[in-house]
């Protein structure tokens, strides 16, 4: 890792485990669950571990801002002056997590002006933690991780999610021509699975907001990976709206097939 934000990226991953560790003893746990949404629940778990998160950056970080997913924004102390944020999603998955499916995630990030500095993504069940910074490799647990070096999409295993009318059958186009599409219910942890391979590239045609993509996206492009939204664009863009965000991720040369796949299936841009 580059000493640029060692310092950052090892608070970071103390942040994380510490989370993890909170969710791992609350697993099968939970004492509250809260609809956000029609689909999208909300438990007692994701707040203390977003409360946990937050104390932590503002003893150690006082005047960066925040962005977390069930309290939004919050300024530091240097009153909204400091370029750093850190984005973070206490626990992405929150559903498999409550309903006892050992797939889920703690995500951290600090973007910096315009881009994403550090990334990290913890996974309680497995153990499991990638790293990032934006001028060094990304890591699993301390060691350099690789995109899928696959030479065919038919042998690709994709994480897909088309939503938006006609979402499943525009799927079933995409799957046609891979090994097999995947949906895991937590993008973040889905995007990190591809700097290790796991998945060989992951789709989704919105609904993502920026603690879903800040960490796990430059994860996976720093571990070989090209990350873009749908329409092959910049993959981070810190003006985005909540549940608005595309992504697309999978090794060149293969990212520009998979663009064109997506496009010849009529996929487009959907908001949550």
């Not at 004492?31 to 909300?42: C, G």
């Amino acid at each position: 890792m580059s000493d640029a934000w060692a310092a950052e990226l090892e608070f970071a991953v103390g942040v994380a485990r510490r989370a993890g560790t909170l969710l791992t003893e609350s697993y099968e746990r939970v004492q509250r669950i809260d609809y956000k949404s029609a689909r999208d629940v909300v438990t007692d778990v994701d707040f203390r571990s977003e409360a946990l998160i937050l104390e932590a950056i503002r003893d150690q970080y006082p005047a960066d801002g925040i962005l977390a997913e069930e309290s939004g924004r919050h300024r530091g102390s240097a009153g909204g002056r400091s370029d750093r944020t850190w984005v973070i999603d206490p626990l992405d998955g929150t559903v498999n997590y409550a309903n006892g499916i050992p797939y889920y995630c703690v995500s951290i990030g600090l973007a910096v002006g315009d881009s994403v500095a550090l990334g990290v993504i913890l996974d309680p069940a497995r153990g499991d933690l990638f790293a990032a910074t934006a001028d060094g490799p990304a890591c699993l647990n301390g060691a350099a991780t690789h995109a899928s070096d696959k030479e065919s999409l038919s042998d690709y295993v994709v994480s897909l999610t088309v939503i938006g009318r006609g979402g499943i059958e525009k799927e079933r186009r995409v799957a046609r021509e891979v090994r097999i599409p995947r949906r895991m219910g937590s993008a973040a942890l889905s995007l990190a699975y591809v700097a290790a391979g796991r998945f060989d590239a992951f789709v989704q045609n919105g609904g993502l907001s920026l603690w879903d993509v800040a960490a796990a996206g430059l994860i996976a492009e720093r571990a070989g990976a090209r990350v873009t939204d749908l329409g092959g664009g910049p993959w981070w863009n810190s003006g985005r709206r909540a549940a608005t965000i595309s992504t697309v991720a999978a090794p060149e040369p293969l990212h520009r097939r998979l663009i064109e796949l997506l496009a010849g299936a009529r996929v487009t841009s959907q908001d949550r």
